[in-house]
């Protein structure tokens, strides 16, 4: 079986930063791309940066500037370093990962059961 676990939230003020960790552990035998999602009270689950297994990154409009995705291909993880908090950015910040295992040799998608960021203002 496969596991994402994601570490790092809490709370912070505005303005602040937090770095968000994902690992992925289990029977991998390899990572596609690798996803950092967020969904806030009463809203649909959006999609905040992705990275791919190159190394190639896609952000959101909201979070371009702020926010930076990164990987470590030989810790199973990614990364999402949050600077210049605002209120908005208050959500559960899930991540997916597209993961090949032996069993399942083609990409399926993973989720972590989520952290929470709350941001004050």
């Known amino acids: 079986q496969v596991q994402l676990v994601e570490s790092g939230g809490g709370l912070v003020q505005a303005g602040g930063s937090l770095r968000l960790s994902c690992a992925a552990s289990g029977s991998i035998f390899s990572i596609n791309s690798m996803y950092w999602y967020r969904q806030a009270p009463r809203k649909q689950r959006e999609l905040v940066a992705a990275i791919t297994s190159g190394g190639s990154t896609n952000y959101a409009d909201f979070v371009k500037g702020r926010f930076t995705i990164s990987r470590d291909n030989a810790k199973n993880t990614v990364f999402l370093q949050m600077n210049s908090l605002k209120p908005g950015d208050t959500a559960v910040y899930y991540c997916?990962?597209?993961?090949?295992?032996?069993?399942?040799?083609?990409?399926?998608?993973?989720w972590g059961k989520g952290t929470l960021v709350t941001v004050s203002s």
């Open positions: 997916k990962a597209v993961i090949a295992t032996i069993q399942v040799p083609y990409g399926v998608d993973y």
